[in-house]
């Protein structure tokens, strides 16, 4: 079993960056492939992007894609999420999830573990 823990969130200007980190503990990172899931108030939890075990291969929602950028440092135990560029309707709460799988990962249901979360808000 492993556990999440995201942290870096905050509130920042539209135009602006920021860096959030999944710190996991209680199993190695690299067993797993790693996800970034979002959720705005009032909406589903939406897919923002993932990656590989080893950090080569990333996929992004076309939402984000070109702005944000995950990787990982296993020996660290650790995913980042770089979200540069920051539009108000990226304000939701950021999520990292752990996955067992080797394919897809676009839907949350494919994945094991969760954090609790990291709230960003940009404001216009």
């Known amino acids: 079993q492993v556990q999440l823990v995201e942290s870096g969130g905050g509130l920042v200007q539209a135009g602006g960056s920021l860096r959030l980190s999944c710190a996991a503990s209680g199993r190695t990172l690299s067993t797993y492939a790693m996800g970034w899931f979002r959720q705005a108030p009032g909406k589903e939890r939406e897919f923002v992007g993932r990656?590989?075990?080893?950090?080569?291969?990333?996929y992004y929602a076309d939402s984000v894609k070109g702005r944000f950028t995950i990787s990982r440092d296993n020996a660290k135990n650790t995913v980042y999420l770089q979200m540069n560029s920051l539009k108000p309707e990226d304000t939701a709460v950021y999520s990292c999830?752990?996955?067992?799988?080797?394919?897809?990962?676009?839907?949350?249901?494919?994945?094991?573990?969760w954090g609790q979360g990291t709230q960003v808000t940009v404001s216009s």
């Open positions: 999830a752990a996955s067992s799988l080797y394919s897809g990962l676009g839907d949350m249901k494919q994945y094991d573990y």
């Open positions: 990656v590989s075990r080893s950090g080569i291969s990333t």
